[in-house]
């Protein structure tokens, strides 16, 4: 599987700030992902980053909250906009089409605590 | 959309002991149906999945059954130990990599040594 980095691996922000979170894969995928998960609780996705495109978002998710950037096949960007303590949670990126496969894998995540 | 419905929420059981969660979903279509481990402040780790056209797939302690007609599959994992403790999360897709993960709540699990 391939290597997957996230930064940064945690933040503490104040309320009405923006924090971007960038992911980078060591080899092209085909598909990048954008998830929140609270303490105790399953995965929630938040939209597909999709490469040269405007991002695909969930329902409950908008883009001006969460603006995606996918400048190529290996980076993606997820920034959380305005953040209120609503938004503490992790985020995980996730990506497939690795190497022609089309198992999904995860990064490490970003812990945000907003205050 | 896809639904997929987990259970237990909680597991508890004692070293040695074998280990059963199931899922059910409610798209006909889905066709790939993963298994992810995440350790308490880690990542989702896959450490299983089957698709479609196999009915079992088995890795060591780990297999995963799948009944098509019933919308079900399952994990079951053997011989359980301390470090096999962890949340599980099942999830499914229709269609192949360009297409997102429907996930389950989670079962946690714990292995009483």
């Known amino acids: 599987s391939a290597v997957i980095s996230q930064k940064p691996s945690r933040d503490i922000c104040q309320r009405g700030t923006s924090l971007t979170i960038q992911c980078q894969v060591d080899?092209?995928?085909?598909?990048m992902f954008w998830y929140r998960q609270q303490p105790g609780q399953s995965l929630t996705l938040i939209a597909t980053?999709?490469?040269?495109?405007?991002?695909?978002?969930e329902s409950g998710f908008v883009i001006d909250k969460f603006p995606i950037s996918r400048p190529n096949l290996t980076f993606s960007t997820l920034t959380v906009s305005n953040m209120s303590p609503e938004d503490s949670s992790i985020y995980l990126c996730?990506?497939?089409?690795?190497?022609?496969?089309?198992?999904?894998?995860f990064g490490p995540g970003t812990r945000l605590t907003v205050t | 959309g896809e639904n997929v419905e987990q259970h237990p929420s909680t597991l508890s059981v004692q070293e040695g002991d074998s280990a059963v969660i199931k899922c059910t979903y409610s798209?006909?279509?889905?066709?790939?149906f993963p298994w992810y481990k995440q350790e308490l402040g880690k990542r989702p780790q896959l450490i299983i999945d089957?698709?479609?056209?196999?009915g079992e797939k088995k890795d060591q302690r780990i297999a995963v059954t799948l009944n098509k007609t019933a919308k079900h599959f399952s994990l079951h994992i053997t011989e359980t130990q301390p470090e096999d403790s962890a949340v599980y999360f099942c999830?499914?897709?229709?269609?192949?990599?360009?297409?997102?993960?429907?996930f389950g709540k989670g079962t946690l699990l714990t292995v009483n040594p």
């Open positions: 080899s092209q995928v085909t598909m």
């Open positions: 089957i698709r479609s056209n196999v």
């Open positions: 798209d006909s279509a889905s066709n790939y």
């Open positions: 980053a999709n490469q040269g495109s405007e991002a695909t978002y």
């Open positions: 996730s990506v497939s089409g690795l190497a022609g496969g089309d198992e999904q894998y």
């Open positions: 999830a499914a897709r229709i269609g192949g990599s360009n297409y997102k993960l429907t």
